[in-house]
């Protein structure tokens, strides 16, 4: 057993572990020495047989509740961009189609006072992205600050049961 061991050894002190990307490729070329470049294959195994996948069982036991609170952030922002973008291009297509002019239309063959609603005038495009514009700001305050409270929260509970665990694998 002591002759194994050394011989063990000796073959990690021959071949130092080398840092390789998933396809089993160094990541930095040495080439003054090409031998240490070379995928470490073990003596078992035949070279017709396919390798078997990595995998790794991996633990998400923190979250920097910085980062967190950043990346939140920059995807409510967006988020915000995306809304108040639709909402023009919404309101563009009702004005082209004149769906305020029919309502007001509508409105005023029922029988009701149309000359006090001028429905082109409450939903003026500066109205509505006004609205949209302070709806996605408070959108994105909100929602930052409770996914960075998940977060924080997380981590608390993390602490307690350990995290999260995955097993990734190298396909």
Known sequence: ?????????ADAHNHPRV?????????????????ENKPI????????KKPH???????????????????????????????????TLLWSLLKMVGVFDQ???IISSAGLDSAGLNLANVFSLPT???????FSIAEMVLITILVTIFALLYNVVSNL???????????
């Not at 996948?53 to 967006?78: C, P």
């Not at 049961?161 to 396909?171: A, P, S």
């Open 128 to 134: 509505i992205l006004s609205v949209v514009t302070i």
């Open 161 to 171: 049961v350990g995290g999260v665990h995955m097993t990734l694998g190298d396909d």
């Open 19 to 35: 840092a390789r990307s998933a396809s089993n490729q160094p990541l930095i070329a040495d080439k003054d020495r090409p031998e």
């Open 103 to 105: 309502v007001s239309q």
């Open 53 to 87: 996948a990595r995998r790794m069982n991996l633990s998400i036991t923190r979250f920097d509740a910085w980062s967190v609170a950043k990346v939140t952030f920059m995807l409510t922002l967006a988020g915000a961009i995306i809304q108040i973008v639709a909402a």
């Open 1 to 9: 057993m002591s002759e194994n061991l050394e011989h063990k050894s």
């Open 41 to 48: 294959r073990s003596a078992g195994r035949s070279s017709q």
